[in-house]
């Protein structure tokens, strides 16, 4: 199963971004579906994910900024960014994990990274 981002980009301090990861492959169900960051210097850290039920996690620094969604019918997740912060520049990944259609079974997989980019 492959994992497919889209959207990162420059943007100023206080403006908006939405990011998009479409899973694609052998697809039978898709669990639980995330996006991770990782800035310069430091360990990736979860940012938010969603549950095939809708059931939302945030990170603490992201919480009332940032809304996670996803499109089942398209095995799509979203993160819209909202009054970005400098501090919130990096490298931004999605994870989604299921079952396949195939050999193996289960599946968890990442997405190839999207750069964000906020300027003060």
């Known amino acids: 199963v492959q994992l497919q981002a889209s959207g990162g980009g420059l943007v100023q301090a206080g403006g908006s971004l939405r990011l998009s990861c479409a899973a694609s492959g052998t697809i039978l169900s898709v669990n639980v579906m995330g996006w991770y960051r990782q800035a310069p210097g430091k360990q990736r850290e979860l940012v938010a994910t969603?549950?095939?039920?809708?059931?939302?996690d945030y990170a603490d620094s992201v919480k009332g900024r940032f809304t996670i969604s996803r499109d089942n019918a398209k095995n799509t997740v979203y993160l819209q960014m909202n009054s970005l912060k400098p501090e919130d520049t990096a490298v931004y990944y999605c994870?989604?994990?299921?079952?396949?259609?195939?050999?193996?079974?289960?599946?968890?997989?990442w997405g190839q990274g999207t750069q964000v980019t906020v300027s003060s």
């Open positions: 969603i549950t095939s039920g809708g059931t939302v």
């Open positions: 994870n989604a994990n299921g079952m396949t259609t195939g050999w193996p079974p289960r599946f968890a997989s």
